[in-house]
């Protein structure tokens, strides 16, 4: 007589979106307390972020139009864009290696560590207000500068949201990378700092890279952010559709396919290592 094995019935899709949603939530609802209990602060953040982006506005207004080429006549638009990308490129590049360094410094993460879900899924989820909250206080500052100061916006909603997705994503699996350094290193974080610095230079958010050497400017070309920074203006300036920006989509879409999941590995290996050496719980 045989018997019949019973396994448990496989996740379904729905659930597991649901599961997602709401540990995205508890972590939403944890970064928002966090940073709402410092009130001053908060604020404060708002205010910080405001005064920038009304600073680079007023900057713009000695550039040049002729050396901004194609967006000679919105250069307060040019150098605004490239600031709010550089911002989230940042979010990106420090998050997760930042909110491992928090956990392992709270003595946490051992909490983390017993849960069903996987490291690399929680430490994700831990992100999302430090990109949320960003995202709050850009459209705050754009709607003062369309309202106050009258800055022009011709908006492709599909394009600059595909092209801010990806860029999120590629630049998440560097964060990945720089989150397993963390664990094993246990000091700073020397890949963020450098990409930052090269990113700032290189990719445009400030000044149009034609007036770098032609050296630097084949550098800012080999950049998944210099292409992704011009479909995001494209989209934000210029209503640019996503077929007369497919170069600059296939360019960041492949660094994406082809980062993240080296981010992923780099993690994981970071993770193992530092649970072989015991020293997950230190900092």
């Known amino acids: 007589m045989s018997t019949a094995v019973s396994f448990p019935p496989r996740q379904s899709a729905r659930s597991w979106l649901r599961g997602l949603a709401f540990q995205a939530r508890i972590f939403v609802k944890r970064g928002f307390i ?17 005064i920038g982006l009304v600073s680079y506005y007023f900057l713009s207004k000695i550039a040049r139009a002729d050396k901004l080429g194609e967006f000679g006549q919105n250069p307060a638009g040019f150098i605004i864009v490239g600031t709010t990308f550089t911002t989230f490129v940042s979010v990106a590049l420090a998050s997760y290696a930042g909110s491992i360094r928090s956990e392992m410094f709270l003595g946490t993460i051992e909490h983390w560590l017993l849960s069903a879900s996987s490291l690399t899924r929680l430490v994700t989820l831990s992100t999302v207000w430090e990109f949320l909250w960003p995202m709050i206080t850009t459209v705050i500052t754009f709607t003062v500068l369309v309202a106050v100061l009258g800055v022009h916006f011709n908006v492709d909603w599909w394009t600059t949201v595909v092209f801010f997705l990806l860029t999120v994503v590629t630049m998440s699996g560097f964060g990945l990378i720089s989150a397993g350094i963390i664990m094993v290193s246990k000091i700073g974080d020397p890949l963020s700092a450098a990409w930052g610095a090269v990113n700032s230079l290189l990719i445009g958010s400030l000044f149009p890279i034609t007036v770098l050497p032609g050296w630097m400017q084949a550098i800012s070309h080999a950049l998944p952010n210099f292409h992704a920074l011009n479909g995001i203006r494209a989209g934000l300036l210029q209503h640019a559709s996503l077929a007369s920006e497919a170069h600059e989509l296939l360019v960041v879409l492949a660094f994406c396919v082809a980062v993240v999941p080296l981010g992923i590995l780099c993690f994981r290996a970071g993770f193992e290592r530092a649970r072989a050496q015991g020293t997950l719980a230190q900092f």
């Open 34 to 50: 966090h940073n709402s209990s410092y009130r001053l602060n908060f604020s404060l953040s708002i205010v910080n972020i405001l």
